[in-house]
């Protein structure tokens, strides 16, 4: 069993940045994908970021290519996701997830919600202008 907890959503204005943290108890990140997803009210959850651990590799969503940054420490067994250049559009609930990695598989299996068994409860990103 892995218990995820999120932290670090809160209100910045459009431009500004926000560092979202994962930490993980109950198993260690090391042989799992972890993902982002956020939430906008009335939309569907969408991908956002996946951090395979065991080769390091990340994707993105296209809305967030080139401003977010997802990032491990391994030793606090802490997924991270620095936000830059928020937008308005980027407000949502945040959650992050986790998936046993299967190595053989493409990194697109991590797009998608149902390939993940361990979710947090969400934190709220707001940005104004």
């Known amino acids: 069993q892995v218990r995820l907890v999120e932290s670090g959503g809160g209100l910045v204005q459009v431009g500004g940045s926000l560092r979202l943290s994962c930490a993980a108890s109950g198993r260690t990140f090391s042989t799992y994908a972890v993902g982002w997803f956020r939430q906008a009210p009335g939309k569907d959850r969408e991908f956002v970021a996946a951090l395979r651990w065991s080769g390091g590799s990340t994707s993105y969503g296209d809305s967030v290519k080139g401003r977010f940054t997802i990032s491990g420490n391994n030793a606090k067994n802490t997924v991270y996701l620095q936000m830059n250049s928020l937008k308005l559009e980027d407000t949502a609930v945040y959650y992050c997830?986790?998936?046993?990695?299967?190595?053989?598989?493409?990194?697109?299996?991590?797009?998608?919600?149902?390939?993940?068994?361990?979710w947090g409860q969400g934190t709220q990103v707001s940005v104004s202008s």
């Open positions: 997830a986790a998936a046993y990695d299967f190595t053989t598989l493409s990194a697109s299996y991590y797009y998608r919600q149902s390939s993940y068994a361990y």
